[in-house]
């Protein structure tokens, strides 16, 4: 059982593909509540910092290219157990393994253009809203 609370972004492409409002309708449909939520730009640095862990990682550029491409919609999301059901609703990382009626399965094409982002455990999920809700100076 995790936490109260979890961090999402809704990435460039399912913002370019006019998702966020379906994608929203599935989070709060599925009980979840939006306690913070802004339409955002990720600069180099941002995107870098975000996702520092997987720095070694050959994706790694395509990566921090692909979120600093557009907008995002970031938000943090109350509810009981809510990183792992979170993780649940969003689907496999890939989408082509996301089970059906997943936000993945359904607006996601690749990978790498995945639509939505879900915090992996609480730890994560509290540092990841920190980083977008309260500064970036500790990072
Ligand atoms: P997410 O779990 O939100 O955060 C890390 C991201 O890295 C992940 O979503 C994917 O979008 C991306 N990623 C993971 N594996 C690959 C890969 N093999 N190629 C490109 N991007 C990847």
Redo the contacts with the bound molecule.
């Keep these: 059982m995790s936490g109260t609370r979890t961090f999402t972004m809704i990435k460039p492409d399912a913002v370019k593909n006019q998702h966020i409002g379906p994608i929203l309708e599935r989070i709060t449909s599925s009980g979840f509540k939006i306690v913070a939520m802004k339409l955002t730009q990720l600069s180099e640095r941002d995107a870098s910092l975000f996702?520092a862990v997987?720095k070694e990682r050959p994706?790694f550029s395509?990566?921090v290219d692909f979120m600093t491409s557009g907008p995002i919609v970031a938000a943090i999301l109350e509810k009981e157990n809510a990183v792992d059901d979170f993780r649940m609703l969003i689907g496999a990382?890939n989408p082509a393994e996301a089970a059906e009626g997943t936000i993945r399965k359904l607006f996601a094409k690749s990978?790498?253009e995945?639509a939505i982002?879900g915090s992996d455990s609480d730890e994560n999920a509290e540092i990841e809203s920190a980083f977008h809700f309260s500064g970036r100076e500790q990072f």
Excluded: R, V
């Design positions: 996702y997987h994706f395509e990566l990382t990978i790498g995945n982002h």
